[in-house]
C-alpha cells in the first residue's frame, strides 16, 4: 500500500553531489540517498567538469533506485519529480535532468524545474515554520547571495558574489595550505578542515586587508581575502622554512585569521541588508534571517552572524548542516512546496532544458 500524502522524489546533479530523495508534504524524508564527489575532487585539487558529469553518470540510477527503495515506494506512488536545472556546471545538470526525463517519459508523473539556490533558501522551512517575508543569507561552494524571500517562488536578490564564491576562497586556501596532508583533515572539505584548524589558533593573529568597505551594497567579493591568504601563506612558509610537503606551523593562526576576515566581509553586508529592509519596509518587525548552504554550516560563522543578527532584533535560522549542503532532500522539498501551490509542474519534456548562468 503506497503513501495517501503527497510524495515527490527530487534529483540534484548541478555540482559534484549525485542526491535523490522521497519527501512528504509535512516535511518527512521518506528516502534520502547521495554520492558525493568531494575526495575525488579534493585530489584532484578541483572539480573537472567532466569528471563531475561521469561520475553522476556512473551513479545516478543507484542513487534514485536507492532513495525510493528506502521510502520503499515505485515510481507510480509519487506525485512529481523535482529536479535541478538552474544554476550549475551545465554537464552535471544535464544528466540529473536527462534522468528526470527518462523517469517521467517511464512514469507519466510532470516534473517541476528547480532552481538551486531557491532550493536551498527553503529547505529550513520543511522542519520548522518561517513564514514568508524573510531574510536569507546563502554561502556555498557555487555562490554567496543576499535576498528577501517573499514567497516559494517569489524571491528580491539584495546581492550576490561578483567574483569567486566563498567556498571557493576556503578550499583554495586549504588546498595552499596542504591541509589534506594532515591526518585530521582526512576526508574533509577544505572548509571544514580550516575550521578544524581555526578552533586552535587566533583569529587576530594576522590582519587581512578589508574589502568593499566603501561600497553601499549588498554584494560579495572573496578574491581579495582568497589572494591576501595566499600571499601570507607562502610568506609564512619562507619565514618558518617549511618544507615543500608538510604544513606550516604557523596554519591554526592563518586559519582563524582567515575565518575572521571571511565572517567581518559576510557580517558588513548583513548589517547593510538590514539596514536596507528597515528603510524600504520589506520585512516585518519580527524579523528571521535564514543561513544556509556549505559555508554556512560552519559555526564559528553562525556564531558571529548570530551577533549581527541580534543587534538587529533579528531571529538566525539555520537548518542542521546536513540539510545546508547539497542533496536531493532540498529539491524534493522545493519541489513540494510548489506542488502544493499548484506551480511549477511540466509535462512538456521536450522544452525543459538546464539553464547553467
Ligand atoms: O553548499 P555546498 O555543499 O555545495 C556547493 O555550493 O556546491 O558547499 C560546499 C562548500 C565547499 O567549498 C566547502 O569547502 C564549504 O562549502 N564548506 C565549508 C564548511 N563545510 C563545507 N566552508 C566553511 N566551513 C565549513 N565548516
Ligand atoms: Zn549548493
Not at 162 to 191: I, V
Not at 220 to 233: D, E, M, P, Q, R
Request: hydrophobic share 40%; with cysteine.
Amino acid at each position: 500500500e503506497g503513501s495517501f500524502r503527497p510524495l515527490v522524489l527530487g534529483i540534484e546533479t548541478s555540482c559534484d553531489d549525485t542526491g535523490a530523495a522521497v519527501v512528504d508534504d509535512h516535511g518527512n524524508v521518506v528516502g534520502d540517498a547521495l554520492n558525493s564527489q568531494t575526495k575525488t575532487h579534493v585530489e584532484l585539487g578541483g572539480i573537472i567538469p567532466p569528471i563531475a558529469r561521469d561520475l553522476h553518470q556512473k551513479n545516478i540510477d543507484s542513487v534514485v533506485t536507492q532513495a525510493l527503495e528506502l521510502a520503499i515506494v515505485n515510481l507510480q506512488d509519487l506525485d512529481a519529480i523535482a529536479v535541478t536545472v538552474k544554476p550549475g556546471l551545465a554537464l552535471s545538470l544535464r544528466v540529473g535532468l536527462q534522468h528526470a526525463k527518462m523517469l517521467a517519459q517511464q512514469s507519466g508523473l510532470p516534473l517541476i524545474p528547480i532552481h538551486h539556490m531557491e532550493a536551498h533558501a527553503l529547505t529550513t522551512r520543511m522542519i520548522e515554520r518561517v513564514d514568508f517575508p524573510f531574510l536569507v543569507l546563502l554561502a556555498s561552494g557555487g555562490h554567496c547571495l543576499l535576498a528577501v524571500a517573499r514567497d516559494v517562488s517569489d524571491f528580491l536578490l539584495l546581492g550576490t558574489g561578483l567574483d569567486d564564491s566563498p567556498g571557493d576562497a576556503f578550499d583554495k586556501t586549504a588546498r595552499q595550505l596542504k591541509l589534506k596532508n594532515l591526518p585530521e583533515c582526512e576526508g574533509l572539505s577544505g572548509g571544514a578542515a580550516i575550521e578544524l584548524l581555526a578552533k586552535g589558533g587566533n583569529p587576530r593573529a594576522f590582519p587581512f586587508p578589508q574589502v568593499m568597505t566603501q561600497l553601499p551594497d549588498c554584494h560579495f567579493s572573496f578574491s581579495g581575502v582568497k589572494f591576501a591568504a595566499k600571499k601570507l601563506i607562502e610568506a609564512e612558509e619562507a619565514r618558518l622554512n617549511t618544507s615543500p610537503s608538510s604544513v606550516v606551523s604557523s596554519a591554526p593562526d592563518i586559519c582563524a585569521s582567515f575565518q575572521y576576515a571571511v565572517l567581518h566581509h559576510i557580517a558588513r553586508r548583513l548589517q547593510r541588508a538590514f539596514l536596507f529592509c528597515e528603510l524600504t519596509n520589506l520585512l516585518p518587525k519580527d524579523k528571521t534571517l535564514v543561513v544556509s548552504g556549505g559555508v554556512a554550516s560552519n559555526s564559528y560563522l553562525r556564531s558571529g552572524l548570530q551577533q549581527v543578527c541580534e543587534m538587529n532584533s533579528c531571529n538566525l535560522v539555520c537548518p542542521p548542516p546536513h540539510l545546508c549542503t547539497d542533496n536531493g532532500i532540498m529539491i524534493a522539498w522545493n519541489g513540494m512546496e510548489k506542488l502544493l501551490q499548484g506551480t511549477g509542474c511540466t509535462h512538456d519534456l521536450e522544452t525543459l532544458d538546464i539553464e547553467p548562468r
